[in-house]
């Protein structure tokens, strides 16, 4: 089958850095996104690695190891308003177009 | 901005009944997703479709349809709701078929008693 795992929860104080990991288990597997979701709203883009490597947008990084089948997500500077849940998520080719594969989601809560 | 709507942010219907919701994007984007999040489950691909009048089954079809009349337009439909379709209704498009990135409504969450 399809899936990727992610821890459900994850605690941080502020300012400090946090990872939060994914590995996936996904045929025709294009790339891995990352995307955020508040509480009572829609989900939003993060970021996304088609290669290997690391990619940084700002605060955030994402990182992919396809050998490994495996990413993170890396947040740092930690903000009281970085406490959503985050999603990895799988580009899989679906046929007639691409489709993502999401994981289960890890909440992070930041703390004072 | 790339804007998704859809037409209700709750909605209680009864068991049995027909239940219609809608998504509409006003970025001219070719593919449009039907998910359902429930605690636990991430998101669920229910439907998508990729142009106008097609449409392909996503995950977990079972209980549902869609209907792509116009590009701007995606609906779910529930031919008759059951408890377990409770949940939270997410929609989404794509630009078009190499695209990885995915704009999301606000959802629709529905109760069925």
């Known amino acids: 089958g399809q899936s990727l795992e992610q821890p459900s929860e994850v605690t941080a104080v502020e300012g400090a850095i946090v990872q939060i990991n994914c590995t996936y288990q996904?045929?025709?597997?294009?790339?891995l996104s990352w995307y955020q979701q508040h509480d009572g709203g829609a989900p939003t883009f993060l970021s996304y690695?088609?290669?290997?490597g690391l990619e940084e947008t700002g605060r955030f990084s994402s990182f992919l190891s396809r050998s490994d089948s495996y990413g993170y997500l890396l947040l740092q500077e930690l903000q009281m308003k970085d406490s959503a849940s985050y999603f990895c998520?799988?580009?899989?080719?679906?046929?007639?177009?691409?489709?993502?594969?999401f994981g289960t989601g890890t909440l992070l809560a930041v703390q004072p | 901005d790339v804007k998704v709507t859809q037409s209700s942010r709750y909605l209680v219907k009864r068991t049995g009944e027909k239940v219609f919701l809608e998504c509409v994007q006003d970025m001219d984007h070719e593919n449009m997703f039907w998910y359902r999040q429930d605690p636990g489950l991430g998101l669920r691909l229910i439907y998508f479709?990729?142009?106008?009048?097609?449409?392909e089954k996503g995950d977990i079809p079972e209980g549902y349809s869609v209907s792509r009349e116009k590009k701007e337009r995606f609906s779910l439909i529930l031919e008759s709701a059951s408890t377990n379709q409770t949940s939270m209704y997410l929609c989404a498009s794509s630009l078009s078929r190499g695209s990885y990135e995915q704009y999301f409504g606000p959802g629709t969450r529905l109760t069925v008693t």
């Open positions: 479709s990729y142009d106008v009048k097609m449409k």
């Open positions: 998520a799988a580009t899989h080719y679906g046929g007639a177009t691409n489709k993502l594969i």
């Open positions: 690695n088609g290669l290997d």
């Open positions: 996904t045929s025709g597997f294009y790339g």
